[in-house]
Structure formats: C-alpha cells, structure tokens
C-alpha cells in the first residue's frame, strides 16, 4: 500500500480521537495531528469543511461544551456563519475528529466500517 498521510483534527484526551489514531495506526495510516486546543481551529479549513460537509455536522450538540453553552447561544447557531464563529469561538463544540483524506475529502466523526472502505 502506498503510504497516504491523513490529517486529523480535534483534541488529545478525547476518547474518540483516541480510538481514531488508534485505528488509523494499526492500518499503517500516517496521521499528521492537529491540536485544536493549542494550535486552534484553522479559518481557511474550517470553511472548506462546511463546504464539503456542511455545518449541522460540525456542530457537536451531544458534547459538554454545547450543553454548557446558555440557551441564547445555542438558539444563535443557526446558519454557517453563526456555527463557525461559534467553532472558531470555542473548538470543543467541533464534532471530532475531522480528517482530511489524501484524495481531498473530508469526514467527521469516527467509522471503522467507512474508513477502512475509504481506504480500501
């Protein structure tokens, strides 16, 4: 297999992040990480991730940092706009990991099943 780097975003003690680098590993995947919390949400990706997926997905509504948020702020996400100020804002609320594939695609979330077809 010739040997793709993936670029993987989201935050180190997540348990999701871990599994996901976990996996990509035991495939042989080289994975250059990006640490939201100590290098921030990249703009310019940012806004190609929305473009690509679109911002419903990227906005975590299950996670901690979205049910802490008060009630206005959550009813203020309501358009791309507003969901990436608020992912600019405070990168915990992105639903991780996001991973930018070699052939350009991007996906959010974990799926052992998707990946490894993405990969096949």
Not at 62 to 85: E, F, H, I, N, Y
Not at 88 to 96: C, F, G
Request: aromatic share 8%.
């Amino acid at each position: 297999m010739t040997q793709r780097t993936v670029t993987l975003y989201g935050i180190p003690n997540c348990d999701t992040v871990k599994k996901a680098r976990t996996w990509l590993a035991e495939q042989g995947v080289a994975v250059q990480f990006h640490d939201f919390k100590k290098q921030g949400v990249p703009a310019d990706h940012l806004s190609a991730w929305v473009a690509a997926v679109g911002w419903t997905p990227l906005v975590n509504r299950q996670g901690t940092t979205w049910r802490k948020l008060d009630p206005a702020a959550q009813a203020a996400v309501t358009d791309a706009a507003s969901a990436m100020a608020l992912m600019r804002e405070q990168a915990s609320v992105i639903k991780r990991p996001v991973v930018e594939w070699p052939d350009g695609a991007v996906t959010v979330g974990f799926s052992a099943s998707d990946w490894d077809a993405r990969l096949g």
